[in-house]
């Protein structure tokens, strides 16, 4: 079976991660590029990694990558391409751009370039000079950066952050992605308790049941390309049989939060519902600063109001306080809080153990994070 080249698409500052999530999933020959990470493999791993990986955007096949300083250039590094061996004569085939730092800038013209070097190719191969392009769906993005043109083929849809749980949102939720990064990056094992005292639609400690469980996070949804020619039946079926396999709900799970919101509590609790984790997952309307969070060892994961959930500057702050206090109050307790605030170590009353800049959308947050002891070993430790 033929190797190809993918692309996995990540929001900036995750790309480590979904680096590691590779690894583990055994791709070891990885590439750490800005926004992205780069890997190998076949058509079953365009299946498998679409199902598992938690902390990417999206799985795309790099097609080809060349220099491109002209519409010419651009337009005969795309014909090159052998279209036909993946795109079927009835294919619906758009094509999305973008471009930086580079000089073809104008995206709509560079859009255009390509969908006809594409139409151009496939009329040679098809025999054929108009296409009704009414059969599956295969998105072409063409990206340019400081005059290299990459072409891709998308082979998600809708990012893979819509998990298919969460049908109602509240204002400014954390994505689904970016709350796997924060249970990954911390030291969260299913054995230990886990809070989030501002749970907001719970995607924290759903994303947190997940990985206790070891649910992949695609299995509820679909995927555009599971009705590509060239991606047969077998390749997803085997792929979900996989994950299927995987799955170990043998520990109980410990997983509490609150908000202050009774409406964001019905969401969360509903999207609980939805994933298959609602019998499991507890959430409760209280003001953080009167949860009181049991066991030893556990680890409290937040990501506080900010930016359009937020009502006064000043709150900031005083979230940041109480959840210093707090933190001194769970002494076997670890902390991890994403936030873009710059005097947050100061408000939390000390420094972090280690901070990582993260982005939520178009947010500089740091994930700061304050180490407690590890448990011993009957209570879960690595």
């Given at each position: 079976m033929?190797?190809?080249?993918?692309?996995?698409?990540?929001?900036?500052?995750?790309?480590?991660i979904?680096?590691?999530?590779?690894?583990?999933?055994?791709?070891?020959d990885?590439e750490?590029?800005?926004?992205?990470?780069?890997?190998?493999?076949?058509?079953?791993?365009?299946?498998?990694?679409?199902?598992?990986?938690?902390?990417?955007?999206?799985?795309?096949?790099?097609?080809?990558?060349?220099e491109?300083?002209?519409?010419?250039?651009?337009?005969?590094?795309?014909?090159?391409?052998?279209?036909?061996?993946?795109?079927?004569?009835?294919?619906?085939?758009?094509?999305?751009?973008?471009?930086?730092?580079?000089?073809?800038?104008?995206?709509?013209?560079?859009?255009?370039?390509?969908?006809?070097?594409?139409?151009?190719?496939?009329?040679?191969?098809?025999?054929t000079?108009?296409?009704?392009?009414?059969?599956?769906?295969?998105a072409?993005?063409?990206?340019?950066?400081?005059?290299?043109?990459?072409?891709?083929?998308?082979?998600?849809?809708?990012?893979?952050?819509?998990?298919?749980?969460?049908?109602?949102?509240?204002?400014?939720?954390?994505?689904?992605?970016?709350?796997?990064?924060?249970?990954?990056?911390?030291?969260?094992?299913?054995?230990?308790?886990?809070?989030?005292?501002?749970?907001?639609?719970?995607?924290?400690?759903?994303?947190?049941?997940?990985?206790?469980?070891?649910?992949?996070?695609?299995?509820?949804?679909?995927?555009?390309?599971?009705?590509?020619?060239?991606?047969?039946?077998?390749?997803?079926?085997?792929?979900?049989?996989e994950?299927?396999?995987?799955f170990?709900?043998?520990?109980?799970?410990?997983?509490?939060?609150?908000?202050?919101?009774?409406?964001?509590?019905?969401?969360?609790?509903?999207?609980?519902r939805?994933?298959?984790?609602?019998?499991?997952?507890?959430?409760?309307?209280?003001?953080?600063?009167?949860?009181h969070?049991?066991?030893?060892?556990?680890?409290?994961?937040?990501?506080?109001?900010?930016?359009?959930?937020?009502?006064?500057?000043?709150?900031?702050?005083?979230?940041?306080?109480?959840?210093?206090?707090?933190?001194?109050?769970l002494?076997?307790?670890s902390?991890?809080v994403?936030?873009?605030?710059?005097?947050?170590?100061?408000?939390?009353?000390?420094?972090?153990?280690?901070?990582?800049?993260?982005?939520?959308?178009?947010?500089?947050?740091?994930?700061?994070?304050?180490f407690?002891?590890?448990?011993?070993?009957?209570?879960?430790?690595?």
């Amino acid at each position: 079976m033929e190797k190809l080249t993918l692309l996995a698409a990540t929001q900036m500052g995750m790309e480590a991660i979904t680096a590691q999530e590779l690894k583990d999933l055994g791709y070891n020959d990885v590439e750490v590029q800005n926004g992205k990470v780069r890997f190998y493999g076949n058509e079953s791993d365009i299946a498998r990694t679409n199902l598992w990986l938690r902390t990417a955007d999206r799985i795309l096949i790099e097609m080809a990558a060349f220099e491109a300083v002209t519409f010419d250039q651009l337009f005969e590094g795309t014909k090159a391409i052998d279209w036909a061996s993946w795109i079927p004569a009835d294919a619906e085939f758009p094509v999305q751009g973008r471009s930086h730092k580079s000089q073809l800038s104008s995206v709509p013209a560079c859009q255009s370039i390509v969908k006809k070097a594409v139409v151009e190719k496939l009329k040679e191969a098809y025999k054929t000079e108009w296409f009704q392009e009414t059969g599956a769906y295969y998105a072409i993005e063409v990206s340019l950066l400081k005059d290299r043109a990459v072409i891709t083929l998308d082979t998600t849809g809708p990012s893979l952050h819509k998990r298919g749980y969460r049908k109602t949102v509240p204002i400014a939720p954390l994505k689904e992605t970016m709350a796997a990064a924060l249970v990954l990056l911390s030291r969260w094992k299913p054995e230990r308790p886990l809070y989030d005292p501002f749970c907001g639609s719970g995607t924290i400690l759903i994303e947190a049941a997940m990985i206790g469980w070891n649910i992949a996070p695609g299995l509820r949804r679909n995927f555009p390309s599971e009705h590509w020619s060239r991606m047969k039946d077998e390749h997803w079926d085997v792929a979900r049989e996989e994950a299927y396999d995987a799955f170990s709900d043998e520990i109980p799970l410990d997983i509490f939060g609150t908000d202050i919101d009774p409406t964001a509590i019905e969401i969360a609790e509903l999207s609980a519902r939805k994933s298959g984790l609602g019998d499991e997952l507890k959430f409760r309307a209280l003001s953080f600063d009167q949860a009181h969070p049991n066991g030893d060892y556990g680890c409290l994961i937040t990501n506080p109001p900010y930016g359009e959930r937020l009502g006064e500057e000043s709150d900031m702050k005083r979230f940041a306080t109480g959840l210093g206090r707090m933190h001194k109050q769970l002494d076997t307790w670890s902390t991890f809080v994403l936030s873009p605030s710059k005097t947050f170590e100061k408000d939390f009353g000390g420094k972090a153990t280690k901070r990582r800049k993260l982005y939520n959308g178009r947010i500089e947050c740091q994930l700061y994070q304050y180490f407690g002891p590890l448990p011993p070993r009957n209570h879960g430790a690595d």
